[in-house]
């Protein structure tokens, strides 16, 4: 048995004790006491009917455990027998009382057990952070015995506030511990991937170095061979085409039926002409005869319309003459154009071959052997390249021509040529220069 003396409880914190002890006893049971007036805790009384702070309307309180091994009781007051829970209560406004005593439970016959040590110690220490604990002298005064209760009381919560210093100073310490052992971790782990990524990014600038140079070298190629290998290989379309349309008619397939129809329509023109010629002078043969048969001189409409008729067929032949002659210049002017596009093709090709090799002979000679050729060499090379001097005088004659046959007047003197126009030949030389 153990009584602990403690400062003068207020009613909540005798409930607090009593629900701990019923919490660490199951299936224990408690009672409650108001002014000799015992009731059971919680089933009868609750919390709820002690809401009023600071109340001291409990008198007496105990839990007793199912089996009878341990009995917590609590009274107001002090016993007057020190050894004695049970003597008369000594009323006291600071103290109050709580037993603890732990009994031997007779299991079965002739054998005793004791109470668990462990689960002594654990009420103990429970009834002790529960309550107070004071021990006051009986036989000092009032004031006196309130003072060391205070004074025992500020000593407890001293000692309570370092413990509570120094657990919280433990805890700081394990925090400050943790932190810098992560701390330590984040920053392991941060250098690590540090030195990942500068292997990795070194990894990546080497391959990017290495691309950098196969693409310059691949450039250069390109470079070298830009001058000659494209040029070349346009050259060679070109001429492919060239070829192809000198292998296959050059005139397009609307062109050659524009001038079959225009070459029917003159023949269709020359033969009508002819036919109305014929037909004319038959008609002028028979009635020549006619006349020339006639006993009596004819008459002077006779002889016009004899003569009319022979006028018709000249007429007629001078016609199909004429749509001959144009069919014959037709003809001659068509193949005359055909053999000129022909001709111009070949030259083209040829001069393109020309040009392409001179400008890589010279392109050539200024890049690898580093010389420069004479203007005079390349003026020879490139002369008459995609021309003729006889365009050119062509060009000049037709000029010359187009102004003489628009003028209506010239003079070439010692002053030079003079040529005058008049509104008409202003007109058609205009014409023919847009």
């Not at 992560?182 to 170095?209: D, G, K, N, P, V």
Request: hydrophobic share 40%.
């Amino acid at each position: 048995m153990q009584i602990f003396t403690t400062v003068r409880l207020t009613d909540k914190k005798v409930l607090d004790l009593m629900d701990a002890l019923l919490a660490a006893l199951p299936a224990s049971k408690c009672r409650i006491a108001i002014a000799g007036v015992r009731s059971a805790y919680p089933d009868e009384t609750s919390r709820d009917d002690f809401r009023a702070k600071g109340s001291h309307v409990l008198s007496e309180a105990s839990v007793h455990s199912e089996d009878g091994a341990f009995v917590i009781e609590f009274r107001r007051g002090l016993a007057k027998d020190e050894s004695n829970f049970g003597s008369p209560r000594v009323p006291s406004p600071h103290f109050d009382q709580v037993q603890f005593q732990a009994n031997t439970v007779r299991r079965r016959p002739n054998e005793n057990v004791a109470p668990d040590r462990a689960t002594v110690h654990k009420l103990v220490d429970l009834i002790e952070s529960k309550i107070l604990l004071a021990e006051p002298s009986l036989t000092s005064e009032p004031a006196d015995s309130a003072a060391g209760a205070l004074a025992q009381t500020f000593a407890k919560l001293n000692d309570r506030f370092s413990d509570l210093n120094a657990e919280a100073e433990a805890r700081r310490s394990e925090v400050d511990r943790e932190y810098k052992e992560r701390q330590q971790e984040f920053e392991a782990h941060m250098r690590a991937r540090e030195t990942e990524l500068e292997t990795r990014q070194a990894e990546l600038e080497a391959l990017h170095a290495a691309r950098m140079e196969e693409l310059e070298a691949l450039k250069k190629t390109l470079d070298d061979r830009d001058h000659m290998h494209a040029r070349r290989s346009l050259r060679e379309a070109i001429t492919s085409d060239i070829q192809d349309k000198l292998a296959r008619a050059l005139i397009p397939r609307t062109s050659l039926v524009y001038r079959l129809a225009v070459l029917i329509a003159v023949l269709s023109g020359a033969a009508i002409s002819a036919a109305f010629a014929l037909l004319s002078y038959g008609d002028f043969s028979a009635t020549w005869a006619q006349q020339a048969a006639m006993e009596t001189e004819p008459t002077w409409s006779q002889v016009v319309t004899t003569w009319m008729l022979f006028g018709k067929g000249s007429i007629g032949s001078l016609a199909a003459l004429g749509f001959l002659v144009y069919a014959i210049n037709w003809l001659r002017k068509s193949y005359n154009d055909d053999l000129r596009a022909h001709r111009d093709l070949e030259r083209y090709a040829i001069d393109l071959n020309r040009a392409s090799w001179a400008i890589e002979t010279i392109l050539e000679a200024n890049s690898k052997e580093g010389v420069q050729i004479p203007e005079i060499m390349i003026e020879g090379v490139s002369r008459n390249l995609f021309g003729t001097q006889e365009q050119k005088a062509d060009a000049k004659s037709d000029a010359i021509a187009e102004l003489l046959r628009a003028s209506a007047r010239a003079k070439i003197g010692p002053g030079g040529a003079e040529f005058e126009l008049g509104r008409r030949g202003t007109k058609k030389l205009a014409d023919e220069m847009e």
